[in-house]
Every structure is written in C-alpha cells, then in structure tokens.
C-alpha cells in the first residue's frame, strides 16, 4: 500500500506535467514525449495534453526517441532516464537547446506484480542530473549495487562461462535489446550489415555470445544501466548483469562513471599518461 | 595426437613486428605457435579483432605494440591500451580465463623480449588447454 501522502505527490506531478505540456505546444514545441495510461506516447496537439499521465507504472526510458525528433521536443524524465539524455546530448544525437526536460523526482517503478523493479530498490540517481524543470521532493539516493556482478566474477572461469552459455542458449537474436537501448544510437548497425564477416545468422551459443559480446562492448563507456534492454527481453535474460560489469570496470579502471555530467569526455576515446596496462 | 595451441598475434608494424623479425634474425628459438598478423598501429586493432579470433578458432592472442610514449603515431597504443583493457576483463568475466589474451609492449630492439613472450605464452595455453566452447560451428573448425 502507498501512503496517502505518496498518492497526493503523485497526483500533483502529474497536473505540473500537464500544464508544462500545454505551455510549451502554445510556445511551438512540436511534441511532448510523455507516458499515456498504455506507456509512451506522443502529444503534438494541445487537446490531448489530457492523455498525459504520471503514476508508478511509466517504466519506459523515453529518451530513446528523442534523435528522431528535429524540432523543439518536450520529454518527461526520470532520474534514470535523465543520465541516458546526458550520454545523448554528449555524443551530439540531441541538442541541449532543442530539448525541454521535465525532469521527474521519482521514488521507483512497480512491475506487473506490483512490486519494486529490482533497478529501483537500489536506484543511484533517483533524481534527474539535468532538467529544465524539477518536479517532486528528492528522495534519498542509495549506492549503486554490483553485487551480483562481484558474486559471478567469484566463480571459476569455466563455472562463468557455462553461467553465460545457459541464459544465452534462451536468446533468439531478436535484438530487442539492441532496439531498445537509448545510448545504441547507430543508424546502421554492425549487426544487421548482410554481407559482413562480423555477425553470422547462426543461432548458436558463439554467436550469440559474441553479438552481446559486440554489443556489451559498444555501449562501454555509455551504459547508463537503465534497465530497458532486460526488460525489452522475452527470454528474460538478465543482459544487465553484463553491461553492469562494464559499468564497474569502467569506473574502476578509468574513475568515469556514464551519465553524470556533459563536461567530461568518455574514457574510450580519450586516453591519459598513466593509464593502468590491461 | 595433442592438439597444439594455436596463438593470433597483432603486431604492430614500427615495434613489435621489427621485433619478431629481430628475434628471427637473431636466431632466436620460440615456438611456432603463433601466427603473426601485422597492422599499421595497435590503435587500428578493434578490440572485436580479439573476440572474433576466438571465435574463428584461436586459443590464444598477443597483442604486442610500441611501448607508450613510443607511438609511430604518437598515441594509436594509448587508445588501444584503454580499449584492450576494458576488453580483456570483459572477455574474462564471460568465461575466457585472462591469462589466453595478453597485451605486451615489445619495441623493434627486444627481439628476446618478443621470444620469451610466445614462449610463456604457449606454456601457458598447453596447461589451459583448447578453447572449444568459444569456437563458431563452421567447416574451417571442424
């Protein structure tokens, strides 16, 4: 049961999403990227700004549509989300200008069960780190939580692979994954190039290791860890756990962390004197 | 009869190519396990060049380039560095033990330098054995 006082907070969100919504189509935005009581959804016209809403179930990271837009776009966005807009804005697919955030202070998400995403109960960056306008009372940030990373990295090597070779023997290549992710920006994909040597049509357990091998490697030193691409996931494989690692050796190797600020550069195009040797 | 380990090395052009050559005109004894691939600068290599070897039937890959600082091309290895390093831990939390995909900097003048290399690197793969499990289904595998 959510407190009353949750319930209220809630409710007055999503009116403060409501009336920036119309302000800024009345200015001339061309869309408000928003959830509707389905999921995502796209306000172009000032009578539907109705449609909007804010509850605990708008999951999606809706930042994931935003380079597909050329005018001025408003979008509703969480503190998690908010940390995939930096990587974007950063790697030049957004124009900070072009963007109005309505950036949203959020205490987490609850699944079909009515239960806590497991992303949420550890969330690291519960409220957005860039926004034009802030909404909600700033819950307590926790540690970002790898354990379960360090838990696989304890195992034996043979023990590790054959951990990976059995969630991946679910994967059917659908790439949903791919698709999903808000920093895999590419307008070709390495993956879907027909005549390349890179990726085969097998469906078999090397190849598929090494698609999200590829794909783990790509998205290194921008993985925000939002999530999206295990739950985009039909076979339920916990992807996550794999680009959570990036995130660590990131971090431990280099001191950067995805997502936090505009200024800094992304370790994998930069490189210092005193590098530690692989 | 065994299977011999089979090693992928990429060498750069301006060190560790000239190395290996200095280690044959030197006659210089190491194994003939590992199959040199020469590129211009470890700066050219994507870090999939790894992955791929494996999957195209490696057991091993050296990567051995000009010292840092030594760059033909002033910073190609520093990049690489980064790269290799992200690359090496996340192929060895997937299951490829570390010890199969070493990053050396080996310059034109340490022809020994580059035998001992291969040769502690072949020991090293006959103790670990083949990688089988990594290997793509195809006929050149078979």
């Given at each position: 049961?959510?407190?009353?006082?949750?319930?209220?907070?809630?409710?007055?969100?999503?009116?403060?999403?409501k009336?920036?919504?119309?302000?800024?189509?009345?200015?001339?935005?061309e869309?408000?990227?928003?959830?509707?009581?389905?999921?995502?959804?796209?306000i172009?016209?000032?009578?539907?700004?109705?449609?909007?809403?804010?509850?605990?179930?708008c999951?999606?990271?809706?930042?994931?549509?935003?380079?597909?837009?050329?005018?001025?776009?408003?979008?509703?966005?969480?503190?998690?989300?908010?940390?995939?807009?930096?990587e974007?804005?950063?790697?030049?697919?957004?124009?900070?200008?072009?963007?109005?955030?309505?950036?949203?202070?959020?205490?987490?998400?609850?699944?079909?069960?009515?239960?806590?995403?497991?992303?949420?109960?550890?969330?690291?960056?519960?409220?957005?780190?860039?926004?034009?306008?802030?909404?909600?009372?700033?819950?307590?940030?926790?540690?970002?939580?790898?354990s379960?990373?360090?838990?696989?990295?304890?195992?034996?090597?043979?023990?590790?692979?054959s951990?990976?070779?059995?969630?991946?023997?679910?994967?059917?290549?659908?790439?949903?994954?791919?698709?999903?992710?808000?920093?895999c920006?590419?307008?070709?994909?390495?993956?879907d190039r027909?005549?390349?040597k890179?990726s085969?049509?097998?469906?078999?357990?090397?190849?598929?290791?090494?698609?999200h091998?590829?794909?783990?490697?790509?998205?290194?030193?921008?993985?925000?860890?939002?999530?999206?691409?295990?739950?985009a996931?039909?076979?339920?494989?916990?992807?996550?756990?794999?680009?959570?690692?990036?995130?660590?050796?990131v971090?431990?190797?280099?001191?950067?962390?995805?997502?936090?600020?505009?200024?800094?550069?992304?370790?994998?195009?930069?490189?210092?004197?005193d590098?530690?040797?692989? | 009869?065994?299977?011999?380990?089979?090693i992928?090395?990429?060498?750069?052009?301006?060190?560790?190519?000239?190395?290996?050559?200095l280690?044959?005109?030197s006659?210089?004894?190491?194994?003939?396990?590992?199959?040199?691939?020469?590129?211009?600068?470890?700066?050219?290599?994507?870090p999939?060049?790894?992955?791929?070897?494996?999957?195209?039937?490696?057991?091993?890959?050296?990567?051995?380039?000009?010292?840092?600082?030594?760059?033909?091309?002033?910073?190609?290895?520093?990049?690489?560095?980064?790269?290799?390093?992200?690359?090496r831990?996340?192929?060895?939390?997937?299951?490829?033990?570390?010890?199969?995909?070493?990053?050396?900097?080996v310059?034109?003048?340490?022809?020994?330098?580059f035998?001992?290399?291969v040769?502690?690197?072949?020991?090293?793969?006959k103790?670990?054995?083949?990688l089988?499990?990594?290997?793509a289904k195809?006929?050149?595998?078979?």
């Amino acid at each position: 049961m959510r407190k009353m006082s949750e319930v209220h907070e809630i409710a007055k969100i999503e009116i403060a999403i409501k009336e920036h919504a119309s302000s800024l189509l009345s200015e001339g935005a061309e869309c408000i990227i928003g959830y509707d009581k389905d999921g995502p959804c796209f306000i172009e016209d000032l009578k539907e700004v109705d449609k909007l809403v804010w509850n605990n179930h708008c999951i999606h990271n809706l930042t994931k549509y935003l380079p597909d837009f050329e005018g001025k776009v408003g979008i509703v966005v969480k503190g998690c989300d908010s940390l995939s807009l930096v990587e974007l804005i950063k790697h030049n697919q957004v124009s900070r200008d072009k963007v109005f955030i309505i950036g949203i202070s959020c205490s987490g998400i609850l699944n079909e069960k009515k239960e806590k995403y497991k992303k949420c109960k550890n969330c690291s960056h519960p409220s957005p780190v860039i926004y034009d306008v802030l909404l909600g009372e700033k819950p307590v940030p926790k540690e970002e939580d790898h354990s379960d990373v360090v838990e696989l990295e304890s195992l034996p090597h043979e023990e590790r692979f054959s951990f990976w070779e059995r969630m991946f023997s679910k994967c059917i290549k659908c790439f949903a994954c791919r698709n999903i992710c808000p920093v895999c920006f590419c307008k070709e994909c390495l993956i879907d190039r027909r005549e390349s040597k890179w990726s085969s049509k097998f469906v078999s357990t090397p190849e598929i290791l090494t698609y999200h091998v590829t794909r783990a490697f790509h998205v290194a030193d921008m993985c925000t860890a939002c999530g999206e691409c295990e739950r985009a996931c039909p076979m339920k494989i916990p992807v996550l756990k794999l680009y959570k690692k990036l995130r660590k050796d990131v971090k431990e190797l280099f001191g950067y962390e995805a997502g936090l600020n505009l200024e800094e550069t992304p370790p994998l195009i930069s490189f210092s004197e005193d590098d530690p040797e692989p | 009869m065994k299977e011999e380990p089979r090693i992928i090395g990429f060498l750069c052009n301006w060190c560790s190519y000239a190395g290996a050559d200095l280690a044959g005109i030197s006659r210089i004894k190491y194994p003939p396990n590992l199959k040199a691939i020469r590129v211009m600068c470890t700066g050219r290599l994507n870090p999939l060049f790894v992955l791929k070897s494996f999957q195209m039937g490696a057991d091993g890959v050296l990567v051995a380039g000009c010292h840092p600082g030594d760059c033909h091309y002033t910073s190609g290895n520093m990049h690489a560095r980064r790269r290799m390093a992200v690359m090496r831990r996340l192929l060895d939390y997937m299951g490829i033990d570390k010890r199969r995909f070493r990053v050396e900097w080996v310059s034109a003048s340490e022809g020994t330098k580059f035998a001992g290399v291969v040769e502690e690197m072949t020991d090293e793969l006959k103790k670990l054995g083949p990688l089988k499990a990594w290997r793509a289904k195809n006929e050149k595998n078979e």
